[in-house]
């Protein structure tokens, strides 16, 4: 596969991701193909410190030159951290999806939900899936 | 032979045409339309007409208007009449200009997307913000969506505006936010300017911006000292309406602590034009330039490093983001941005700073001598910049009729606006008027009642 | 043919001045008498200074790098970038039109408010509306106009209806005018007709239906047949129809809105009735409704009082306000005033016939080579895709667009509507000759040949341009919207 999907992470049909940190905190992005899709990233509205948000609820709006997509939060919880430097290098989203581009971090409200993402396998059939009805 | 010269297609290239389709009449091609909603028989419109029936047609229309070209005239009131330097008609009678669209393919549109960033430039150049857009339809809607910026940045749904302001940039707010469920209110006057003591009162932690205009409609400059801090400190915005032609020699927006700016640019190189076509510019403080509404011009480079412009930060737009842009605007006043652009290029900052000199002049030189006649009484103590309200010994209508009579287009009846300035007129003295013209309209003033 | 172009604040030197002003006649004051010292400006004003001439030769420059439709073939879909008459430009410069104040008396602009009324009189008829105001200065004023009466028609019957139904082929001020209206666009899918789902749109209809806005024939060029029920589906529910006049140009003489149901329209002079583009603007997007909405019109009105004297009348209680300073781009509705009378019925009609045969035309030579969607007859303006192109060798839309541009060709509009793939939306309208057609497809022919046999010819167009292609990216991560003088 042309993208990389790390193992031990957690995947959404809307191609987000979610690394589980300490305590009850996951760290969000979007995967090396939601990135790839989308084309270089211009803007990245993030959300205020605080926020609390639904899973499914769109927690960050990505700018591309010709495009504006939502990105969806992956479980229920409150915004703890954003990252800033998506502010003044909104491009790092596009060179380290998983690393530097990461999103913000919440305080999961039931870790239940994390565990009915995908994990690696399950999320690359589902971008083969898409692909495909794409072609 | 056509008849229709706009036409090119002839009868022959029609039927090559319909053979290529395979079909023997253009009516073939209505067929999708159905029959319930067809239109039948011939639309009664007057008979066409040739190019020199048009222009006999038209040019009688023309005629029977008082212009400005044949009357001095002494209105403002938000559209002036201002020197148009003649480069200016020769730049936008060229055709690459004004018969091109919004330059979505950049390559081919470096012309107008170089004037657009000069343009955006200047603008900044001469209220001190940071960033401006490509133009709005006029100061009132420029204003207004200023306003609705302000809403959707603080995310509070109240503005406060000054009684000062146009009451026409008002009015308009009103219509634009009685659609959205905002909510509008007004901070009164004192003597001519806006009431210092009454905005503490009104801003809390609702409102999302104060709206404000210097010189304000009465012509009159305000004093916004303190204003800012105490309008920041309540988490709103300052929006400033100002008039460009004040501003080399006026205290800048920026300087006073304007979030946003918004006005009517006509000023700059536009006829009075009936009220329309107009300019409306808006400018803000970088940290708000992806809130913006309206086109904005940016610097890239080519492939081969080569310097060019583009339009930037589409992603604001109703083309990409549809429902939840900044705002619907799509086509803007950008030929008349154009306008603005040579005027500024043509006057230079020396120019610009003798029309303002001479509009400050000479409006004090009438306002001298209007004072000095007996009832008629200068309404306020000022200070103003080119316009200002003049109690009268009677009606303003009366008043006009008798100007107009002598060839002179009196000023507005501040009545019709403001209740408690009844028989008052605003009288507007811009680089235009000579000291004979002036004159004249004291001579008949002071010959009336 | 590459060439960078020094902006104005690179010419010039201190001192050049490029207009002249009469000296002051009156005695001067000292500056502090008239303007408080705190109120005056502090810092210099850095604007550019030069000569006249050079001045006249920036902007000529300028002008050579620009590309508008009396340089060449200007297919933008959905904009109608007919010709602009010059004659239009002629009287419209008349200063008996341009040097009116809008706060004259009106019994001194006499000829002025009798051009809005018999302008208004035809378009009453074109439209098969009962009034029109002027006061949108372009077509999104005029929607957000369009709509403001709509709901304070409601209002009026003390409903608070807040949604607006869109097909998802519309135009994208569409939903950003339901929005700036305060109500919540609906999407009504399209069939694979491409035309508004029916039962989409009954399934989408309820008691808080504001209205639907529907341009007819859509943006794929399309005419909507079903337009009688969907008008019967909206009004049962006590809903209003919007008409986005922008594809007029394909109906004239043969469908008028208001024959159609539509209950408000709005009309794009700069498009159907060839007042020029201006670069982005003035436009005008005069409004037209029906009897049952008048009173809700933005004031003022035009009235003529029984000695035929016109004049401006404030007295509209129910009206929305004011959406303008002041009657909107006045000289833009006399240049279409102009066009109007010199089409009369006869023209009008013409212009769409050909208007449509042209569209009709090219869309038979092009779709051999792109793909196309909807295989039927189209109105005004079709939509064709470069999605197999972009398959097979990597080239898209956008490029395509590129290389029409080394052709001496305006590309169509690109990326719209967004239902079609790769799309490419044509409008070539009726003042282009036949040969310009066959020009324009062998163009597009070529650049299918070229994508075949070396696409990375045609994903780095244009070559034949001023510069280069731009790096879009870049302007929109960093933007500098200004000219900053280097320290």
Known sequence: MKWNVPNGLFYTETHEWAKEENGSVVEVGITDYAQDKLGGVVFVELPEEGDVLSKGESIAVIESVKAVVDTYAPVTGKVVEVNRELEDRPEALNEAPYEEGWILKMEMENRQELEELMEQEQYREHVIKQEEEEQ | ?449 | MRKEKALLFELGRPGRRGASLPPVDVPEKPLEELLPPEMQRETPLDLPELSEGEVMRHFTELSHRNFGVDSGFYPLGSCTMKYNPKINEEVAAFPGFTHLHPYQDDATVQGALELFYLAEQGLKEVTGMDRISFQPAAGAHGELTGLMVILAYHRSRGEKRKKVLVPDSAHGTNPATITMAGCKAVEIPSDERGLVDLEALKQNVDEDTAGLMLTNPNTLGLFEEDIDQIARVVHDVGGLLYYDGANLNAVMGYARPGDMGFDVVHLNLHKTFSTPHGGGGPGSGSVGVKEKLIPFLPYPVLGKDGEGNYYWNHDLPQSIGKIHSFYGNFTVAVKAYTYLRMMGAPGLKQVSRDAVLNANYLMNRLKDYYYLKYQRTCKHEFVISARQIKKNYGVGTADVAKALLDYGFHPPTVYFPLIVEEPLMVEPTETESKETLDDFAEAMKKIVSLAQKDPEQVTSAPHNTVVGRLDELTAARYPRARWIPEE
């Open chain 2, 1 to 449: 032979m056509s008849r229709f010269h706009y036409l090119p297609l002839t009868d022959e290239e029609r039927a090559e045409m319909l053979n290529d389709l395979g079909i023997n009449s253009v009516d073939e091609l209505f067929t999708d339309i159905p029959k319930t909603v067809r239109f039948s028989g011939e639309m009664e419109l007057p008979p066409p007409l040739s190019e020199s029936e048009a222009v006999n047609h038209l040019a009688e229309l023309a005629d029977r208007n008082y212009h400005l070209q044949e009357n001095p005239s002494f209105l403002g009131a938000g559209v002036y009449d201002h020197f148009v330097p003649a480069a200016v008609k020769h730049v936008l009678g060229r055709s690459e200009f004004y018969t091109s669209y919004t330059p979505y393919q950049a390559e081919v549109s470096q012309g107008l997307l170089q004037s657009i960033f000069e343009y955006q430039t200047m603008i900044c150049q001469l209220t001190g913000m940071d960033v401006a857009n490509a133009s709005m339809y006029d100061g009132a809607t420029a204003v207004a969506e200023a306003a609705v910026m302000s809403c959707n940045v603080t995310r509070r749904d109240k503005v406060v505006v000054s009684r000062s302001v146009h009451p026409a940039y008002r009015q308009v707010l009103q219509a634009y936010f009685d659609a959205r469920d905002f909510r509008l209110e007004e901070i009164p006057m004192k003597e001519g300017t806006l009431d210092g003591e009454e905005i503490e009162a009104q801003i809390d932690d609702q409102t999302a911006a104060l709206v404000v205009q210097n010189p304000n409609f009465l012509g009159m400059l305000e004093d916004y000292n303190g204003l800012a801090e105490m309008v920041h400190g309540k988490g709103a915005l300052l929006v400033a309406a100002v008039d460009p032609i004040s501003l080399p020699l006026v205290k800048t927006p920026a300087r006073y602590g304007a979030d946003i700016v918004a006005g009517e640019g006509q000023s700059l190189g536009n006829f009075t034009s009936y009220g329309g076509p107009l300019l409306g510019f808006f400018a803000a403080r970088e940290k708000f330039a992806r809130r913006m509404p309206g086109r904005i011009s940016g610097q890239t480079v080519d492939t081969e490093g080569r310097r060019g412009f583009v339009m930037t930060m589409q992603t604001r737009e109703q083309h990409i983001r549809r429902g939840r842009a900044t705002s619907n605007i799509c086509s803007n006043q950008a030929l008349n941005a154009l306008a603005a652009t040579v005027y500024m290029a043509s006057l230079g900052p020396q120019g610009m700073k003798e029309v303002a000199s001479l509009c400050l002049q000479k409006a004090a030189y009438l306002r001298e001598k209007i004072e000095s006649l007996t009832g008629y009484r200068v309404v306020y103590p000022g200070p103003y910049f080119k316009e200002f309200p003049v109690m009268v010994p009677g009606a303003p209508e009366e008043l006009n009729q008798r100007l107009l009579e002598a060839g002179i287009i009196g000023g507005l009846d501040l009545g019709r606006f403001y209740p408690e300035l009844e028989n008052s007129v605003l009288f507007c003295v811009t680089e235009k008027r000579t000291r004979e013209e002036m004159d004249k309209l004291v001579h008949e003033l002071e010959g009336w009642k």
